[in-house]
T-cell receptor, first 112, second 114 residues
Framework: TQLLEQSPQFLSIQEGENLTVYCNSS?????LQWYRQEPGEGPVLLVT?????EVKKLKRLTFQFGDARKDSSLHITAAQPGDTGLYLC????????????FGKGTRLHILP | ETGVTQTPRHLVMGMTNKKSLKCEQH?????MYWYKQSAKKPLELMFV???????ENNSVPSRFSPECPNSSHLFLHLHTLQPEDSALYLC?????????????FGPGTRLTVT
């Protein structure tokens, strides 16, 4: 069974600081997704990374897929209270015999 | 607003009760999903329906019974649940049953079994 390990589990930082959260696995993935789940809501897809070494930017969020496609990171620059939420990484299902796998997530709290 | 609605948002039920969770998607998607989100556990896929046909059942206990009458509606019928079934139940939909298709999640039903 493929597992996605996310770290840290919890992170509380001041507004304006930078941070990085990680998603790691011992398996190689064809692609990886990052979701953000705000309190009282369902997860929302932020990005999908496909190519080893790929970097994608979404405003202040930078997503990187490891060269070996076993890990990914999310870096947030100048964090804002609106970034508060649960960040989940996931490996999507490839076909009908596969199923999507989620990590446990990193719970991020940005203090104003 | 993601285009996926779930009712009720909160539910408290006893172990002998029977209740149903409802999900409706307004996106014209063909696939719908039920997930369970418990504290300290990864999000778990329970059931997948594609064009109203169940394509995935991940060893979910029979006390959870899904129903998909059409491509816009999905139900999860609950009976004789256990306290460990308390969790957030999320519904999602996607255009097709392919890994690359983005899933849109509803806000979830917070279920407490007493």
């Amino acid at each position: 069974t493929q597992l996605l390990e996310q770290s840290p589990q919890f992170l509380s930082i001041q507004e304006g600081e930078n941070l990085t959260v990680y998603c790691n696995s011992s398996s190689v993935f064809s692609s990886l997704q990052w979701y953000r789940q705000e309190p009282g809501e369902g997860p929302v897809l932020l990005v999908t990374v496909v190519t080893g070494g790929e970097v994608k930017k979404l405003k202040r969020l930078t997503f990187q897929f490891g060269d070996a496609r076993k890990d990914s990171s999310l870096h947030i620059t100048a964090a804002q209270p609106g970034d508060t939420g649960l960040y989940l990484c996931a490996h999507p299902a490839l076909n009908r015999d596969d199923k999507i796998i989620f990590g446990k997530g990193t719970r991020l709290h940005i203090l104003p | 607003e993601t285009g996926v609605t779930q009712t009720p948002r909160h539910l408290v039920m006893g172990m002998t009760n029977k209740k149903s969770l409802k999900c409706e998607q307004h996106l014209g998607h063909n696939a719908m999903y039920w997930y369970k989100q418990s504290a300290k556990k990864p999000l778990e896929l329970m059931f997948v329906y594609s064009l109203e046909e169940r394509v995935e059942n991940n060893s979910v206990p029979s006390r959870f019974s899904p129903e998909c009458p059409n491509s816009s509606h999905l139900f999860l019928h609950l009976h004789t649940l256990q306290p460990e079934d308390s969790a957030l139940y999320l519904c999602a939909s996607s255009q097709g049953w392919q890994g690359s298709d983005e899933q849109y999640f509803g806000p979830g039903t917070r279920l407490t079994v007493t």
